[in-house]
């Protein structure tokens, strides 16, 4: 068991005009237990005092805001600070109001990846309890992959595959979906004259295509239904998101896969995202491993799909030649399809 002595604990920020209301919420919050470490409270009774407490305190992993303040600045003008002026995605920001109807519409809920809304009457002992410990889990997944830099060497590996592991339980059905992409991927980049020594960079780089969801809301990532437009932007965000998390480290292999998570969705004819390149312009090991991402995802049980037979898939691939898909990837993937459904058989038999 976790000793709590032994952590840092969790900094949460309380902006709210009304000094009961920060008496209230740190007396309740603190008769409750926390899984793994303490709270630490950080008070602000304005907007402006809040940005000097986020300029001091880098590492706040809650901030609870009210809406309506008496000064001008609202909890909305807050918001929009640490997410565009700030630029800290991973403080999971809860909004309480005493009034309801001045709820933000679902667009700027998104928009600015709010991650809990609810009424101050509505707000019971178990239902902050609740809205801070799903905050916490969230930070606490984004935080674990950006320490990643910190890590030495002998460790990474491990590390990688925890974190493989953790991006891919949060998207419900998709089974061992990254280990998958990872393997077949490394298996096209050797058909395709790759360096050996670098293959397993490059499979545990694809494995981690997807890092950026971590920052992805669950409820636009787990969506039975098709996503919205403006679910659709925010689920684009998973790349840059991807990007950002990796993309300072110096080691081959974070380059790796910082690449790969900013470019997998990149089309061969420009059409795909964030950045609209097309053919060469994308790097080779992203082509792959977007071909490899759809043809598994295809061939997997999601909340928003059924299984595609793989005659189905086969023909899909060979028809977005060109088009999505780079076409010298799609033939060298045919001329493999035997070795990666052998593979594919291998992994699976592992897990019985």
């Known amino acids: 068991m976790t000793n709590k002595k032994q952590l840092k604990p969790w900094k949460v920020l309380v902006v709210d005009d009304e000094i009961d209301v920060h008496d209230i919420?740190?007396?309740?919050?603190?008769?409750?237990v926390f899984e793994e470490r303490n709270l630490k409270f950080i008070h602000a009774y304005s907007a402006s005092e809040a940005k000097i407490k986020l300029l001091d305190h880098s590492d706040i992993a809650v901030a609870l805001l009210d809406v309506v303040m008496e000064e001008d600045t609202s909890g909305l003008d807050l918001v929009k600070f640490i997410r565009e002026d700030f630029k800290n995605e991973s403080i999971r920001l809860i909004l309480r109001t005493g009034n309801p109807g001045l709820a933000p519409e679902e667009s700027v809920t998104l928009m600015y990846d709010i991650n809990d809304y609810r009424g101050k009457t509505e707000l019971t002992a178990q239902s902050l309890k609740t809205a801070i410990i799903t905050a916490l889990r969230a930070y606490k997944s984004i935080v674990t992959i950006q320490n990643l830099n910190c890590e030495i060497d002998q460790t990474q590996r491990e590390l990688i595959y925890t974190l493989g592991e953790?991006?891919?339980?949060?998207?419900?059905?998709?089974?061992?979906h990254v280990e998958r992409v990872g393997r077949i991927t490394a298996l096209l980049a050797e058909k395709m004259n790759f360096p050996i020594e670098h293959l397993d960079h490059i499979r545990l780089g694809a494995s981690m295509h997807d890092i950026g969801k971590m920052a992805i809301n669950d409820n636009i990532l787990n969506k039975p239904g098709i996503l919205t437009a403006e679910e659709f932007e925010q689920m684009k965000k998973h790349c840059d998101y991807g990007h950002e998390i990796l993309k300072n480290s110096e080691r081959d292999l974070l380059k790796t896969a910082a690449i790969i998570a900013y470019e997998h969705h990149e089309n061969y004819?420009?059409?795909?995202?964030?950045?609209?390149?097309?053919?060469?312009?994308i790097h080779l090991i992203s082509r792959i491993v977007a071909l490899v991402d759809v043809f598994d995802a295809l061939a997997t049980k999601r909340v928003y799909k059924e299984i595609w037979p793989q005659d189905e898939i086969l023909s899909y691939i060979r028809s977005q030649s060109g088009l999505k898909f780079d076409p010298h990837v799609v033939e060298v993937f045919f001329e493999n399809i035997d070795a990666i459904n052998a593979l594919i058989v291998s992994i699976e038999s592992e897990d019985k």
Do not use: F, N, Q, V
Request: proline share 3%.
């Open 269 to 281: 004819d420009s059409t795909g995202y964030p950045r609209g390149l097309k053919g060469e312009e």
């Open 166 to 176: 953790i991006a891919e339980s949060r998207g419900i059905g998709l089974g061992r």
């Open 25 to 32: 919420t740190e007396l309740t919050l603190k008769r409750l």
